[in-house]
């Protein structure tokens, strides 16, 4: 990529000299930009600090103050660009005053193009030095603060020789902050670019990646202030596919001491590694959250399966639903207690829906209890990211036994979810959210429906919705799509095709035969 153009401002007195300069050679192939012109030592300091070029072409003498003097100001405020002097005057004191205060050269009027093309030339390669120089410089302390970061974070040995304030390791408290995509399916914002923000481009907190992690170092009161900010949100209800809404935090306690901040981390990454336990749209995770280390949790061995088994397939067989779901919250609170990896945990309830399922198949062969294949489940019970999913498939299914082997219930049953559908149709209905109104598994409700009006459960929803719609069309001067809105369709032209197919004509048609 190619450097950008160097910023040249012209300071002269007069006119006719600052246009002849201006004129004199073409700056911008020489990649120069004159940026603005000065006919004295104020306009000359005010448009220094504007533009801060690069390079000043400067008269020596100017009414009120010698060029020298101005470069000695400007100097001291730290303007690091470069000078020519120009003057009229062949006196070589001045020429060293001003290479004393950093000139690059001295020309004398009335100035040679050639002379005037070898000095900005030599100062464009000096330009181009400095910011090879300090490009270099910003890679390196780029670099080295992420390494630096890295071993406070780690909590490898703490190094008193190194100089923490360069860094910006100055502040009287730390914390640390883990964050991830709160799950998989969803495209994440960076919580990262959203704290930038409401820091008010502060430089309160680092951002770094460690293990492919994104990990965050809080630095003061104020960044930890504004975090505690975004937390409220949380606490209040995220809105639904909202940035905070698709990140998971955890944070580790505040620490006053450089070397104490890897223990925030450490705790950080505990949490994270019990994001499993998490309740649904549960976001945050902190140190408060972590169990008791005093207490024994559940030991996840065979004998612990079975009796778990024994004890729930007691309940199915005497459709006791509520010691069902005690039993799975008792469930769901030993395991969060036990100190196991999370695979480990999942293959110890496969093993209890296992055998829940082998002793059903046993007690019950008659029963057409619509289980899926083995690989099926273990696929299913793996692939699930936290545990109250895992446990939602548990108490659906055992649900879904109990009605299969209760069979005396379900009429009555059914006839209620017959009355919701004729009164409920308008609404965007689909087996998926009906079934657990009822405590059915939807493949289950779906081949049941089937099984008790000869019909799938959309063409029975179609047909009451059509039988609507044509009674509106009837009986009221609603405009076709008006009614297509309110018997449960939202597009038009799928209304169209559902009730051609149904009563054979269009809705326009269906209303002129009447």
Same mark, same amino acid.
């Given at each position: 990529?190619?450097?950008?153009?160097?910023?040249?401002?012209?300071?002269?007195?007069?006119?006719?000299?600052?246009?002849?300069?201006?004129?004199?050679? +073409?700056?911008?192939?020489?990649?120069?930009?004159?940026?603005?012109?000065?006919?004295?030592?104020?306009?000359?300091?005010?448009?220094?600090?504007?533009?801060?070029?690069?390079?000043?072409?400067?008269?020596?003498?100017?009414?009120?103050?010698?060029?020298?003097?101005?470069?000695?100001?400007?100097?001291? +405020?730290?303007?690091?660009?470069?000078?020519?002097?120009?003057?009229?005057?062949?006196?070589?004191?001045?020429?060293?005053?001003?290479?004393?205060?950093?000139?690059?050269?001295?020309?004398?009027?009335?100035?040679?193009?050639?002379?005037?093309?070898?000095?900005?030339?030599?100062?464009?390669?000096?330009?181009?030095?400095?910011?090879?120089?300090?490009?270099?410089?910003?890679?390196?302390?780029?670099?080295?603060?992420?390494?630096?970061?890295?071993?406070?974070?780690?909590?490898?040995?703490?190094?008193?020789?190194?100089?923490?304030?360069?860094?910006?390791?100055?502040?009287?408290?730390?914390?640390?902050?883990?964050?991830?995509?709160?799950?998989?399916?969803?495209?994440?914002?960076?919580?990262? +670019?959203?704290?930038?923000?409401?820091?008010?481009?502060?430089?309160?907190?680092?951002?770094?990646?460690?293990?492919?992690?994104?990990?965050?170092?809080?630095?003061?009161?104020?960044?930890?202030?504004?975090?505690?900010?975004?937390?409220?949100?949380?606490?209040?209800?995220?809105?639904?596919?909202?940035?905070? +809404?698709?990140?998971?935090?955890?944070?580790?306690?505040?620490?006053?001491?450089?070397?104490?901040?890897?223990?925030?981390?450490?705790?950080?990454?505990?949490?994270?590694?019990?994001?499993?336990?998490?309740?649904?749209?549960?976001?945050?995770?902190?140190?408060?959250?972590?169990?008791?280390?005093?207490?024994?949790?559940?030991?996840?061995?065979?004998?612990?399966?079975?009796?778990?088994?024994?004890?729930?397939?007691?309940?199915?067989?005497?459709?006791?639903?509520?010691?069902?779901?005690?039993?799975?919250?008792?469930?769901?609170?030993?395991?969060?207690?036990?100190?196991?990896?999370?695979?480990?945990?999942?293959?110890?309830?496969?093993?209890?829906?296992?055998?829940?399922?082998?002793?059903?198949?046993?007690?019950?062969?008659?029963?057409?209890?619509?289980?899926?294949?083995?690989?099926?489940?273990?696929?299913?019970?793996?692939?699930?990211?936290?545990?109250?999913?895992?446990?939602?498939?548990?108490?659906?299914?055992?649900?879904?036994?109990?009605?299969?082997?209760?069979?005396?219930?379900?009429?009555?049953?059914?006839?209620?979810?017959?009355?919701?559908?004729?009164?409920?149709?308008?609404?965007?209905?689909?087996?998926?959210?009906?079934?657990?109104?009822?405590?059915?598994?939807?493949?289950?409700?779906?081949?049941?429906?089937?099984?008790?009006?000869?019909?799938?459960?959309?063409?029975?929803?179609?047909?009451?919705?059509?039988?609507?719609?044509?009674?509106?069309?009837?009986?009221?001067?609603?405009?076709?799509?008006?009614?297509?809105?309110?018997?449960?369709?939202?597009?038009?032209?799928?209304?169209?095709?559902?009730?051609?197919?149904?009563?054979?004509?269009?809705?326009?048609?269906?209303?002129?035969?009447?």
């Amino acid at each position: 990529m190619e450097n950008p153009l160097i910023n040249v401002l012209i300071v002269d007195d007069e006119k006719i000299v600052r246009e002849g300069i201006k004129h004199l050679i +073409d700056w911008n192939n020489l990649g120069f930009c004159i940026c603005g012109e000065a006919a004295n030592w104020e306009e000359a300091l005010s448009m220094i600090k504007l533009y801060d070029p690069g390079l000043v072409l400067l008269d020596i003498r100017m009414p009120k103050l010698y060029g020298t003097d101005l470069i000695a100001k400007v100097r001291e +405020d730290g303007f690091e660009g470069d000078f020519i002097i120009l003057s009229g005057y062949t006196d070589f004191s001045y020429a060293q005053t001003a290479l004393h205060y950093g000139a690059s050269f001295y020309l004398t009027k009335p100035i040679d193009e050639n002379e005037l093309i070898n000095s900005v030339l030599a100062v464009k390669e000096k330009i181009s030095k400095k910011r090879t120089q300090a490009h270099s410089m910003s890679q390196y302390l780029k670099k080295a603060k992420s390494a630096v970061f890295c071993d406070l974070i780690l909590g490898r040995e703490f190094n008193d020789s190194i100089n923490y304030m360069e860094f910006g390791l100055t502040a009287p408290i730390y914390q640390v902050v883990m964050y991830e995509g709160y799950t998989p399916y969803y495209q994440s914002y960076n919580f990262a +670019d959203m704290l930038r923000v409401t820091n008010n481009g502060n430089n309160s907190f680092e951002h770094i990646t460690i293990d492919n992690s994104n990990v965050i170092l809080l630095k003061g009161n104020f960044a930890l202030d504004r975090f505690k900010s975004c937390l409220k949100y949380y606490n209040n209800g995220t809105e639904k596919n909202s940035p905070l +809404d698709t990140i998971f935090l955890t944070y580790g306690p505040s620490v006053s001491n450089l070397s104490q901040i890897h223990h925030s981390y450490e705790i950080c990454l505990k949490l994270m590694n019990r994001r499993f336990f998490c309740s649904e749209n549960q976001h945050v995770l902190s140190a408060e959250m972590l169990p008791d280390h005093d207490v024994c949790g559940l030991s996840l061995d065979q004998d612990c399966a079975n009796a778990y088994s024994e004890r729930i397939m007691n309940y199915i067989q005497t459709f006791n639903r509520r010691m069902i779901s005690q039993e799975l919250s008792r469930l769901s609170d030993e395991l969060f207690l036990c100190d196991e990896k999370i695979m480990t945990i999942k293959h110890f309830l496969t093993d209890i829906f296992m055998q829940i399922k082998q002793m059903t198949l046993h007690l019950f062969p008659n029963s057409d209890i619509p289980f899926a294949h083995n690989s099926s489940i273990i696929e299913l019970i793996e692939g699930k990211y936290y545990l109250y999913e895992i446990l939602a498939y548990f108490s659906e299914q055992f649900e879904m036994i109990i009605r299969t082997i209760g069979n005396n219930s379900s009429d009555s049953i059914f006839d209620d979810i017959i009355f919701y559908i004729n009164h409920n149709f308008s609404k965007p209905l689909k087996l998926e959210t009906l079934a657990p109104l009822f405590g059915y598994n939807s493949s289950y409700l779906g081949k049941l429906f089937s099984q008790k009006t000869g019909t799938s459960f959309n063409s029975y929803l179609d047909s009451v919705r059509i039988t609507e719609a044509a009674k509106l069309l009837k009986d009221t001067n609603l405009k076709v799509y008006e009614i297509s809105a309110q018997v449960g369709y939202k597009n038009v032209d799928y209304f169209h095709q559902k009730f051609k197919k149904i009563k054979n004509v269009s809705p326009a048609e269906f209303r002129k035969n009447l």
